[in-house]
């Protein structure tokens, strides 16, 4: 295979140099990746392109009916998926992890998954017998990005939620910490510091950005309002999504045009970088990104001129969907929409 700069970008090549010199990296570990490269190079919508697998439940959307039957067959609950037919990372869903004999395998084994669509007006009833369409249920839920999934365990609680696109690894990482009960004694950020992380090249330092704004990091708005809203990128040496973030959306013009609306900061979620918090907290680095729960990276986190959180980016995020959330943010539409979905229906918009 000849690899070239204009299909791949540089970390690729780094990440091929690790099977051609013989580190621990699987071939099928490879072949996800490459998918999903190909697959997210573009993620724009994809007009009807997303086809739900046959072995997703053919539900009558009563999630408490959904919820005995699972207990009957001794799986360990139901999972809810929010998605939509031309959602390029539910393409990439479909298309990489659930095309991952061994994920298909663990997730059809423990739970049911029962298919909605975020804009379709079916009628959902939820496990207290509240009825709602689809879409309140997408919204009530704050479902903000496709795809998305709620883990229910047998008692009827909520295990985990997964809001938006995340690569195999990830996601096989995310179903064990459901399945095998861990969602009950930690985070799920501790528990993915614990779990396999994937092949990896050696990275000394963070990619640089122009925009990033230098140390020190004093990011309190409590007392005093900012004039521009603020991202915080928490990031970590070595990560492939981070190399994938600067290598594609973070290298158009456009896109980084419209970052220059923002105050930007970048920290290592694995440093003791000082920092004081936009609500004024003094802590590192590490125990910031701890007390915001932060379990992938790049996770790009979006407060307002005062310090509250508007909006978080912790999936894989491509140009478009990037765009449309700083959008959100800058044109101050979140004020009038409490969740990104409320404004993508607003607009009868996708992503």
Not at 74 to 103: H, S, W
Request: charged share 25%.
């Amino acid at each position: 295979m000849i690899i070239t700069n204009k299909k791949y970008p540089l970390f690729l090549t780094g990440y091929f140099l690790l099977v051609l010199f013989g580190l621990p990296l699987m071939a099928d570990e490879l072949d996800d990746f490459e998918k999903t490269i190909d697959l997210m190079s573009d993620d724009r919508p994809v007009p009807n392109q997303v086809v739900n697998p046959s072995w997703f439940k053919s539900s009558f959307l009563d999630l408490a009916d959904d919820l005995e039957e699972a207990r009957v067959e001794k799986k360990r609950g139901i999972a809810v998926y929010f998605g939509q037919k031309d959602c390029a990372y539910c393409r990439t869903l479909m298309e990489v992890n659930l095309k991952t004999p061994d994920i298909v395998r663990y997730l059809r084994n423990n739970f049911d998954v029962i298919p909605l669509d975020i804009w379709n007006s079916r009628q959902v009833s939820d496990l207290q017998g509240v009825s709602m369409t689809e879409r309140e249920f997408a919204i009530r839920e704050k479902t903000n990005f496709t795809p998305s999934f709620i883990f229910y365990d047998l008692d009827g609680s909520i295990a985990l939620r997964l809001r938006g696109y995340y690569p195999p690894y990830a996601f096989r990482a995310a179903l064990k910490y459901v399945v095998e009960g861990f969602y009950k004694e930690e985070t799920l950020q501790a528990y993915m510091e614990r779990a396999d992380p994937p092949g990896k090249f050696e990275q000394d330092e963070l990619n640089s950005q122009s925009f990033f704004e230098p140390p020190p990091y004093a990011l309190d708005r409590s007392h005093f309002r900012a004039e521009k809203p603020l991202i915080v990128f928490f990031e970590q040496k070595s990560c492939h999504a981070c190399d994938i973030l600067h290598t594609e959306p973070l290298s158009n013009t456009g896109t980084v045009n419209m970052i220059r609306n923002f105050e930007t900061v970048q920290l290592d979620v694995e440093s003791d970088t000082p920092v004081v918090t936009p609500s004024g907290e003094h802590l590192t680095a590490r125990q910031w990104s701890e007390k915001l729960g932060i379990f992938y990276t790049p996770a790009l986190i979006f407060f307002d001129q005062s310090g509250k959180e508007i909006i978080r980016l912790d999936s894989v995020t491509g140009q478009h969907r990037l765009r449309g959330v700083m959008n959100y943010v800058l044109s101050g539409a979140y004020k009038k929409y409490p969740t990104y979905l409320e404004y993508r229906f607003g607009r009868m918009d996708s992503y």
